[in-house]
């Protein structure tokens, strides 16, 4: 009996190695796709802007008898926002330089398709972008509508470089090639006062009206080495 309880374990323990080598433990890959960016302010309505990302990603495996891994990397990614405010209107397109950290658990389909989700937290940092307003003065340009443009993360810029949020994933690996979809959305508010942290000195400046947090929708694919 005691025999054949330490063979039965014996090839358990075998076979818990022969799949754990299954899993790697070092990915690297590529990804680049579409985004479908937001944001929200209580009161105001704003609209979709869509923007594009480019990635690279590296997963490590943290188990090695589970598909579970760390996923991080370096990505590009357009966002913005389209906002109405009374008779007004804003186009908002900031690039961020953006580093998620995730984690996701792989479920291989018979050797056919590996499908995991993903989970976790993202930063952000604005490193280019501009915005458009435009207004009606009817006082002024009696009825006539006027814009300016003006950068975004600027001294007198209506949004904050940095954002942090949450980021959830579904991918599906078939080869080595990588097709996902999923959301991001911001925790912190982004609006910023203009003129040195004075309210008083810019009535326009989207602090003054609200917290503004962003939301993204994005579609990836990719390729994996």
């Keep these: 009996m005691k025999k054949l309880f330490f063979a039965l374990a014996g090839v358990a323990m075998m076979a818990s190695s022969a799949v754990a080598q299954n899993y790697e433990k070092n990915l690297y890959?590529?990804?680049?796709?579409?985004?479908?960016?937001?944001?929200?302010?209580?009161?105001f309505d704003f609209n979709s802007?869509?923007?594009?990302?480019?990635?690279?990603?590296?997963q490590r495996l943290l188990m090695e008898t589970h598909p579970l891994y760390l996923e991080t990397g370096l990505q590009i990614s357009q966002k913005g926002f389209k906002a109405d405010f009374w008779a007004d209107k804003e186009t908002a397109n900031p690039l961020y330089l953006e580093i998620p950290i995730m984690v996701n658990y792989k479920f291989n389909i018979k050797d056919v398709v590996t499908l995991y989700p993903s989970i976790g937290f993202?930063?952000?940092?604005?490193?280019?972008?501009?915005s458009k307003y435009e207004y009606m003065d009817t006082e002024e340009f009696e009825?006539?509508?006027?814009?300016?443009?003006?950068?975004?993360?600027?001294?007198?810029?209506?949004?904050?470089?940095?954002?942090?949020?949450?980021?959830?994933?579904?991918?599906?690996?078939?080869?080595?090639?990588?097709?996902?979809?999923?959301?991001?959305?911001?925790?912190?508010?982004?609006?910023k006062i203009a003129d040195g942290g004075n309210p008083e000195s810019n009535e326009d400046a989207l602090s003054s009206w609200g917290k503004l947090k962003t939301g993204n929708f994005f579609l990836s694919v990719g390729y994996n080495f």
């Design 122 to 130: 993202y930063y952000a940092l604005g490193v280019s972008g501009k």
């Design 49 to 58: 802007r869509v923007g594009f990302h480019v990635a690279g990603v590296y």
């Design 143 to 191: 009825g006539e509508s006027y814009s300016e443009k003006s950068d975004l993360f600027g001294a007198n810029g209506v949004m904050k470089r940095s954002d942090f949020g949450m980021r959830f994933s579904a991918t599906a690996e078939w080869k080595q090639f990588v097709f996902s979809l999923g959301y991001e959305f911001g925790f912190v508010n982004v609006a």
């Design 29 to 43: 890959g590529v990804r680049a796709g579409l985004n479908v960016s937001n944001a929200s302010m209580s009161g």
